[in-house]
């Protein structure tokens, strides 16, 4: 999943959680840790994203939820940019999600949040006096 900034302090990183839960993650700009840092995801969070991703739900979102596309609805301006990718069981998906959309479906910005707790990458994107 990367995380495209916006015209404010939006974060900007990208994280990738591979099988058995190795965790790569780059911060750019707003976060705490620039750069590379790795880590490891935990098994109760990886469940709870596997069910997510593996679920009927998921397989019928929209590939787009962007600005001009009808999945987006009238949106708002100054919104980050969010791309998922996800290759689960040789299955590849790729979502597209501006947050200025306000008819983004709950489960897209469920998984976007179970990704981050998986990956457990508050630790990279927040100062410990944010936390």
């Known amino acids: 999943m990367r995380r495209y900034g916006c015209f404010g ?10 099988a058995p839960g190795n965790v790569d993650y780059r911060g750019y700009a707003h976060v705490a840790s ?38 987006c609805g009238p949106w708002s301006s100054d919104g980050a940019t969010i791309v998922l990718k996800v290759n689960l ?14 008819t983004t479906p709950g489960l897209l910005t469920q998984v976007e949040a179970a990704i981050d707790a998986a990956a457990q990458d508050q630790i990279w994107l927040y100062d410990r006096a944010e936390r």
């Open 34 to 71: 620039t750069g590379k840092r790795h880590g490891v995801a935990e098994n109760a969070a990886l469940i709870r994203l596997w069910r997510l991703l593996d679920s009927v739900e998921f397989a019928q979102l929209a590939t787009n939820y962007l600005p001009g596309r009808q999945a």
């Open 89 to 102: 069981d040789g299955r590849e998906r790729q979502i597209r999600h501006y947050t200025g959309c306000p």
């Open 9 to 18: 302090s939006c974060p900007a990183y990208d994280v990738r959680i591979a």
